[in-house]
C-alpha cells in the first residue's frame, strides 16, 4: 500500500461532469445555408423547414436549401435580407421581421409581400413576430406592440400612450398568445404585460395587484411549452420563471446566477424530456432537468470537438416529429436527439492531453467486478475510467520498483480472482492486486514458465484461461488447480521449415478459441484440447503475400469473425463442432461492395444480439447475418488522423466500447436501428430550365407542352446519421421498377410527352428493416394546341363539314363533267396548237434559206470555214429537235443554244449584230420554254436594220425574276409579211408554264420582252 500512493494520477473522483452526454451534428454554411447566425426555425404545414438568418431566408427540406434574398429590381422578392425572427401563420404562409417592416410569404402565390409602417417618423425595428389562434399577426419592436393590417399590408403600434403598456420596447422572443385565445403576454423591459382582445387594454405592473408576476423587472425571453406552461426570463433576479395563468400565479422559480456570470435577455426552450434550455445574451448556455431537482449543466461550443454545439448563443429552437432538437445558433444549425443517441464519448484526451499523441492507446478492458473501464498505453500507464460518472485514475505501473522489465508497451489486460493480469509486448506477465494496490509477476507462471512473455489472455471457460505470446507454444492455466499444460499445433512446421505462431487470441465458453497463425493461416483448439488444428483459408488472389489479422473475434457460436488487411469481414462458419481441416469450414467475405463501411478493419465484436461491430478509425459497420446487412456510420473525431489503432470490447451491460485515438466511445446496440423516423418524405421542388416550382402542398403539378424537362427534388428532416435510409422513387409510365436514388435526391426526366404522370417517394432503411408511407404528385404535361381535345374536336368538325360540302360539289362536278372534258379537250387543242407554232417558228424557212445562202458563199471563198458553219448549223438545229418534246430547259442551256446561233448570224451581219449577255450564275438553272431566245433575236432581226453603221444591239438580263430581252429599235422601212402569230403564240405558251404573264413593251428606243423564269 505504502508504495500505490505515487503510482495514482489525477484522481477526480469528486469532480462534477460539466459536459452532458450530447453528440451535436451541424448545418452550416457548407452545407448551403445561406448563413450561420440562424435566427428562425419555422415549419410549414406541408412539413418543409424555414430557417432564417442574418443573410437570407432557407427553405429545407432535408437536402437542399433554396434560398430566398432581396432583389431591388423585383418587388415581389423579400424586404431585406437580414431577418431577425420568422412565424407561420394559420394557412401556412411564412412571415418574418426585418430592420425595415414586415414580409410574409405566400404560399399560393410564391412571392413575398411586404408591410410597412404607418407611422412615417418611427423606423420599423421589428424583431419578434407570432400569429395568435385567430390568424392575426403580430410584431414587437423598438416602439411597442405592432399589429398587422392585412388589407392596406401596413402595421401600426399599440404604444404605452395608446394602451398603456409599461413600455414600448419589447424583448426579443417577447411576445406568446396566450393558451385560451383571450390574448397576448407581451415582455418589455419593464415587466410583464397582458393584452386582451375584448378590451384592447394592457395589464401590468402599474394596474395589477400581483408584484409577483407584474413587476417591473427586464424579461428577457418567453417560451410558450407544449404543455401550456409560459416560461419567462427575469434578468433581475436571474431565474427562469414558469406560469400557466395569472390565478395560479408562478408555479416554477429555476435560478441560474449559479452557471452563469451576466446572464441577460435571450432565448427559452423546452424539450418533449422537460428540458429547459436557456441562453443568454451573454453566450453562456445551461440546461435544467427541472423535474430532477433542477439538475443544470452547461453548453459550451470546443472548437476541437466537431460533436459539440456550433454555437455558445442560441437564437431559436424547434423539435421535430423525431424528438430531434434543433438549435439555431451562431454557428448554424446544431441538431442532437436523446432517443437517437446510442453512443457517447469520454473525453479522455481532454483531461490527458498525452493520450492523443500516436498510437498511445494499446489495449481496452474492462473490470468484471466494479465495470470500471481500463485502458492500457505503450508507455505503461493505464487510464481507469469510471463507466457511471467518467472519472479517471491513472496507474503508472513503470513506476513501481519492483517493475524490473523494460517493456512499458501493454497488449493486453485481463483479470482473475480480483487481479488485474497486465501482458506486455516484451517482458513478464504482472498482476495487479486490486485491493491492495500490489504490482508482482503473475502468480500463475510459474517454474520454467515464470519467464514467459503473455502478450494476449483469453478465458476458456469458469476456471481456464489460454495465454499466447506470438511464439510458440500456447498455454493452458487452471486458476482452481494451478497447472499449466501446453498447446502446441499439430502440425508445428510450414512446409519451408518455419516454425507456427500464433497472433490474435481469441475464446468463448464452452466452444473452443480461433487464433490468427503465421502464414495467413488459422489455429482452432477444441475446449481442453492440447493440439491447435491448423485451417488454411482459401482466400483467393485478392489477398497480400505481407498482410496480416487485423481483428480477430469469436461469436456465440464459436464462429471466427476476423479481418485480414485492407481485405475486409471474413467470417470462417464451422460446419462442424469438431474442426481438423479446410473442408470444415465454410469462409464468408463482405467488403466495400457489400456495404461494408472500410475494408481497413482494425477492431471487430459480437454483441449480445449476434451483430458483428467493426471499426476502421471514426468509421464503423454493424453487420446483421441473420439479414446479411450493414448499418454504417461515422464518429465526428480525429477526422483527419491514421496514426492511432482503435479496440473494441463488449461491456457487462450489454454496450460496446472503443476509442479514437485518445477519446473513449460507449456504444448502445439497442438504440441503434430501434426505430423509424417519423417526419415523412418531401416533394419539395421542381426545377425547370427557366425556373423552379416550390411545392407546398400541391397534389398536382400542371406544366406547359414545352416544360419536359424536369428535375424532382425531395427530402426528408429526420436525420440520416441517426435513421440510416435511403430514397426510393417512381415516376408511373417512365420507370418500370422503383429506383434508389443517389446522395442528390433527385430524379431528372427529360422529353416527357404530353400526359399525366405520377411520381412516387418513399423512405426506406438501409437494413430494409422499415419503409415510409408513400408521398405522390401528379404532374401534368399539356398537350401543344394541336394535340388537344377542343383542337382535335374542332378538326373532326371541320373535316365533316369539308366532306358535306366535299360530296355536294362533287356531285354537281358529276353533273358538269362533260363541261369540263369538253373545256379541257379544247386546252390541250390549243396547247397542241401553240406547240406545234412554235415549232413552225423554230424551223423557220427564212432561217434556213439565209443559212444556206450563207454556206454556199463560204463554200466559195472558205471551205475550212464553210466546214465550222455547218457544224454549228447542224448544232442549232440538233438541239431544236432534241427539246421539240419538251416544255422547259435550264436557263444555261438556252444561253448556249443563242451563242451558236449568234455565231451563225455573225457570217452575215457581222459587227452589225451584239448580243450582249448579263446574267448571274445564281439564275442558270432557271427554266424558260425552248428556242424562247432565238425567236426573240429572230425577231429582233427581222424587224430592225443590223449593219456595222447601225449596229443591232440585243441585251439580255434578270430583273424581278424575269429573264428581259431588250433591242434598240430602228425598224426597217420595209418587213416582209408578219401576222405577229409567232409572239401570239410564246405569249400562250407561257400561259401554260407559268403564272405570271409574258411582258411586252415598247418605247421610243427600245423593244422590250421579259419572260418569267420559271
Known amino acids: ?570 467470417q470462417a462458419k464451422k460446419k462442424v463442432e469438431k474442426i481438423k481441416s479446410n473442408k470444415d469450414i465454410e469462409l464468408l467475405f463482405w467488403d466495400g461492395a457489400d456495404g461494408l463501411v472500410n475494408e481497413n478493419i482494425q477492431s471487430a465484436v459480437s454483441d449480445k444480439n449476434g451483430h458483428i461491430w467493426s471499426g476502421a478509425f471514426n468509421k464503423y459497420s454493424v453487420f446483421n447475418p441473420s439479414q446479411n446487412n450493414f448499418k454504417n456510420f461515422k464518429i465526428n473525431l480525429s477526422e483527419n488522423n491514421a496514426f492511432y489503432y482503435n479496440y473494441m470490447i463488449p461491456l457487462a451491460n450489454g454496450n460496446i466500447l472503443t476509442n479514437i485515438k485518445g477519446n473513449l466511445i460507449e456504444f448502445f446496440p439497442d438504440k441503434i436501428g430501434s426505430s423509424f423516423p417519423k417526419n415523412l418524405p418531401l416533394i419539395s421542388v421542381l426545377h425547370l430550365p427557366e425556373k423552379n416550382i416550390y411545392l407546398s402542398g400541391e397534389t398536382m403539378v400542371r406544366l406547359e407542352p414545352e416544360e419536359n424537362f424536369i428535375t424532382i427534388g425531395f427530402g426528408c428532416l429526420s436525420d440520416m446519421e441517426l435513421y440510416p435510409y435511403h430514397f426510393e422513387y417512381q415516376l408511373e409510365g417512365v420507370n418500370k421498377e422503383w429506383v434508389i436514388a443517389d446522395q442528390n435526391a433527385e430524379a431528372t426526366y427529360s422529353d416527357l410527352e404530353p400526359g399525366t404522370y405520377i411520381f412516387k417517394l418513399v423512405a426506406r432503411s438501409s437494413d430494409q428493416s422499415w419503409k415510409s408511407s408513400e408521398k405522390t404528385l401528379t404532374i401534368l404535361i399539356k398537350a401543344p394546341f394541336h394535340k388537344t381535345w377542343w383542337f382535335l374536336s374542332l378538326m373532326i368538325l371541320l373535316t365533316g363539314f369539308i366532306l358535306f360540302y366535299t360530296l355536294r360539289g362533287r356531285i354537281r362536278n358529276i353533273r358538269n363533267i362533260n363541261e369540263l372534258k369538253s373545256k379541257a379537250q379544247l386546252l390541250e387543242k390549243e396547247k397542241t396548237a401553240v406547240m406545234y407554232e412554235n415549232l413552225k417558228q423554230h424551223l423557220n424557212p427564212h432561217f434556213l434559206f439565209n443559212s444556206l445562202t450563207s454556206l454556199s458563199s463560204l463554200i466559195r471563198i472558205d471551205q475550212r470555214q464553210a466546214g465550222d458553219f455547218l457544224d454549228k448549223m447542224s448544232k442549232v438545229y440538233r438541239y431544236i429537235l432534241k427539246n421539240k418534246d419538251n416544255e422547259t430547259v435550264p436557263l444555261i442551256e438556252e444561253l448556249k443554244f443563242v451563242d451558236m446561233y449568234n455565231q451563225l448570224q455573225k457570217t452575215r451581219f457581222g459587227d452589225g449584230l451584239q448580243i450582249k449577255i448579263d446574267i448571274q450564275d445564281e439564275y442558270y438553272h432557271r427554266k424558260i420554254a425552248p428556242v424562247t431566245l432565238q425567236n426573240l433575236v429572230e425577231n429582233a432581226i427581222k424587224h430592225n436594220i443590223a449593219d456595222e453603221e447601225t449596229p443591232l444591239v440585243i441585251s439580255m438580263y434578270i430583273d424581278d425574276d424575269y429573264l428581259v430581252v431588250q433591242n434598240n429599235l430602228q425598224t426597217k422601212g420595209f418587213v416582209e409579211t408578219s401576222n405577229k402569230q409567232g409572239q401570239n403564240s410564246m405569249v400562250s405558251l407561257y400561259r401554260f408554264l407559268s403564272p405570271r404573264a409574258v411582258v411586252i413593251s415598247e418605247s421610243e428606243d427600245f423593244y422590250i420582252v421579259k419572260i418569267p423564269l420559271i
Open 1 to 570: 500500500m505504502s508504495q500505490a500512493n505515487p503510482m495514482l494520477e489525477g484522481n477526480n473522483a469528486g469532480l462534477k461532469r460539466s459536459v452532458p452526454d450530447i453528440i451535436f451534428n451541424h448545418l452550416t454554411e457548407k452545407d448551403g445555408l445561406s448563413f450561420n447566425i440562424v435566427t428562425g426555425i419555422v415549419q410549414d404545414n406541408e412539413g418543409t423547414l424555414w430557417i432564417s438568418t442574418l443573410f437570407g431566408l432557407n427553405r429545407y427540406d432535408g437536402q437542399r436549401f433554396d434560398i430566398f434574398k432581396r432583389n431591388k429590381k423585383d418587388k415581389t422578392s423579400i424586404l431585406q435580407n437580414s431577418i431577425s425572427s420568422i412565424c407561420k401563420d394559420t394557412i401556412g404562409n411564412i412571415w418574418g421581421t426585418t430592420e425595415d417592416g414586415i414580409f410574409c410569404f405566400d404560399q399560393k402565390k410564391k412571392l413575398f409581400i411586404n408591410y410597412y409602417t404607418n407611422d412615417s417618423l418611427k423606423y420599423p425595428r421589428t424583431h419578434s413576430i407570432i400569429c395568435d389562434n385567430n390568424g392575426q399577426i403580430w410584431a414587437g419592436s423598438n416602439y411597442g406592440l405592432v399589429k398587422i393590417d392585412n388589407k392596406k399590408s401596413v402595421f401600426d403600434y399599440l404604444t404605452n400612450d395608446k394602451s398603456i403598456i409599461s413600455d414600448n420596447y419589447i424583448s426579443k422572443d417577447g411576445i406568446l398568445s396566450d393558451p385560451k385565445g383571450d390574448g397576448l403576454w407581451v415582455a418589455t423591459r419593464t415587466g410583464l404585460n397582458f393584452y386582451h382582445f375584448k378590451t384592447s387594454k394592457f395589464t401590468n405592473y402599474k394596474n395589477s395587484n400581483d408584484t409577483l408576476m407584474f413587476n417591473d423587472h427586464n424579461i428577457g425571453a418567453m417560451y410558450l411549452s407544449k404543455e401550456g406552461m409560459i416560461w419567462m426570463f427575469d434578468d433581475q433576479t436571474n431565474e427562469i420563471l414558469g406560469f400557466k395563468n395569472v390565478n395560479e400565479g408562478i408555479l416554477h422559480r429555476i435560478p441560474v446566477g449559479d452557471h452563469t456570470k451576466d446572464a441577460f435577455g435571450g432565448t427559452l426552450f423546452e424539450t418533449s424530456y422537460h428540458h429547459i434550455w436557456y441562453s443568454s445574451n451573454s453566450y453562456e448556455t445551461v440546461i435544467i432537468d427541472y423535474l430532477n431537482g433542477n439538475k443544470t449543466e452547461v453548453i459550451k461550443h470546443n472548437m476541437s470537438d466537431p460533436g459539440s454545439i456550433s454555437g455558445d448563443y442560441i437564437w431559436c429552437a424547434w423539435e421535430d416529429k423525431d424528438n430531434t432538437v434543433w438549435l439555431g445558433t451562431t454557428g448554424g444549425i446544431s441538431r442532437f436527439n436523446y432517443d437517437r443517441l446510442f453512443y457517447k464519448t469520454q473525453k479522455l484526451s481532454d483531461r490527458h492531453p498525452e493520450l492523443n499523441n500516436n498510437w498511445q492507446i494499446t489495449c481496452l478492458a474492462q473490470n468484471p467486478f466494479n465495470h470500471d473501464w481500463w485502458v492500457g498505453t505503450r508507455n505503461g500507464k493505464v487510464y481507469v475510467v469510471n463507466s457511471s460518472n467518467g472519472n479517471t485514475e491513472v496507474i503508472d505501473f513503470p513506476s513501481f520498483k519492483n517493475h524490473g522489465i523494460t517493456s512499458k508497451f501493454i497488449t493486453d489486460i485481463d483479470f482473475i480472482n480480483g487481479l488485474a493480469i497486465i501482458c506486455y509486448a516484451q517482458g513478464n506477465t504482472f498482476q495487479f492486486d486490486l485491493a491492495k494496490k500490489a504490482y508482482l509477476k503473475f502468480y500463475g507462471l510459474k517454474g520454467k514458465y515464470s519467464e514467459y512473455k503473455t502478450r494476449t489472455i483469453s478465458q476458456e471457460s469458469d476456471s481456464t484461461y489460454i495465454f499466447g505470446n506470438n511464439y510458440f507454444p500456447v498455454l493452458r492455466w487452471n486458476s482452481v488447480s494451478d497447472k499449466i499444460e501446453e498447446i502446441n499445433f499439430r502440425t508445428q512446421k510450414t512446409k519451408a521449415g518455419n516454425y507456427y505462431t500464433a497472433g490474435w487470441l481469441k475464446s468463448s465458453y464452452g466452444k473452443g478459441a480461433w487464433m490468427a497463425a503465421s502464414n495467413n493461416t488459422l489455429g482452432y483448439i477444441h475446449p481442453g484440447s492440447t493440439y491447435i488444428e491448423l485451417i488454411e483459408p482459401e482466400f483467393g488472389m485478392n489477398v497480400l503475400k505481407g498482410g496480416f489479422y487485423s481483428a480477430m473475434e469469436i461469436d456465440s457460436d464459436g464462429n471466427a469473425w476476423f479481418s485480414f488487411l485492407t481485405q475486409g469481414l471474413y
